[in-house]
C-alpha cells in the first residue's frame, strides 16, 4: 500500500511540475505539427502521401517527447539535491524510477498519436492496423523513456544531458530506416542500425501504416522489450555506482 501510494505522489508530483507546464504541453503539440508540415511539403506528393509520412513523424514525436523532458528533469533534481529526498521514499530503487519514468512514458505515448489524430482528418486511417501500431507506440515509448533515463544518470549536468541525448537522437533517427530502407546504407553503417531500439519499432510502424515491415513482428517486439530491460537495468546500475554512496 505505501509502495503505491508512494508511486502515484512520485508520478503526480512530476506530471504537475514538468509534464502540465503550458511550455511542454504547446510544445508537443506544436513539434509534431511542425514535423509533419516540414515533410508534408517536402514530399510535394499530396495528401497522399500523409500515410507513408506517419511513421517517421510518430517515432520522431514519440522519441523526443520522451528523452527531452526525462534527462533534464532527472539531471536537473540531481544537481539540485531533490533526487536524494526521493531516494529516502519507503520503496524500492526499481519502483521509485518507474514512477519517475512513467510520466514521461505517457506523455511520448501522447506526443505519437498528435499527428495520427491530425493525419486522420485528410487521410484515411482504416487500412491501419492499430493492432500492432498500438504496442509498438507504446513500446517505442518505453525504449525511448528508459534511454532518456540512462543519459540523465550518466551525466551531471543538464547541458551535457541535452549534448549527449542529440548525439543518440539524430544519428539514431537517419540509420533506423524510417526515411530510407536500412538496404541503402552504407555496408559500414548497417550494423550500427541493428543495435538502435529504434530499428525495430519503426519497421513495425512501416508495418502498421504501410504493410510494409522487413522483419517479423514477433522478433521486432521482442528486441525492442530487450532494449527496455537492458536500458533499464543499466541505468538502475549507473544510479547504484554514482549516486547512491
Not at 143 to 172: C, D, H, K, W, Y
Amino acid at each position: 500500500m505505501k509502495a503505491r501510494i508512494a508511486f502515484w505522489n512520485i508520478l503526480l508530483k512530476d506530471t504537475r511540475s514538468y509534464y502540465l507546464k503550458p511550455p511542454n504541453i504547446s510544445w508537443g503539440i506544436i513539434f509534431p505539427l511542425a514535423w509533419t508540415g516540414m515533410f508534408f511539403i517536402r514530399s510535394g506528393q499530396g495528401l497522399d502521401s500523409i500515410i507513408g509520412l506517419l511513421p517517421g513523424v510518430v517515432a520522431i514525436s514519440v522519441l523526443f517527447g520522451t528523452t527531452s523532458l526525462l534527462s533534464v528533469t532527472i539531471t536537473f533534481e540531481k544537481k539540485g539535491r531533490s533526487f536524494e529526498r526521493l531516494l529516502l521514499a519507503p520503496i524500492s530503487l526499481e519502483l521509485l524510477m518507474l514512477a519517475k519514468t512513467t510520466g514521461a512514458i505517457i506523455f511520448g505515448i501522447i506526443n505519437a498519436f498528435v499527428p495520427v489524430i491530425m493525419a486522420a482528418f485528410f487521410a484515411d486511417l482504416s487500412g491501419v492496423n492499430w493492432i500492432t501500431l498500438i504496442p509498438a507506440i507504446v513500446l517505442i515509448a518505453i525504449s525511448s523513456t528508459f534511454l532518456g533515463l540512462f543519459v540523465a544518470v550518466s551525466v551531471s549536468e543538464v547541458f551535457e544531458a541535452q549534448t549527449f541525448s542529440n548525439f543518440i537522437r539524430f544519428p539514431m533517427l537517419f540509420l533506423c530506416g524510417l526515411f530510407f530502407p536500412i538496404e541503402q546504407l552504407p555496408v559500414f553503417l548497417k550494423p550500427l542500425s541493428y543495435i538502435m531500439p529504434l530499428t525495430y519499432g519503426a519497421d513495425v510502424l512501416h508495418f502498421s501504416f504501410n504493410n510494409a515491415g522487413h522483419m517479423p513482428l514477433a522478433f521486432n517486439f521482442f528486441i525492442l522489450i530487450t532494449f527496455c530491460a537492458i536500458l533499464f537495468r543499466m541505468s538502475l546500475r549507473n544510479i547504484r555506482r554514482n549516486w547512491i554512496l
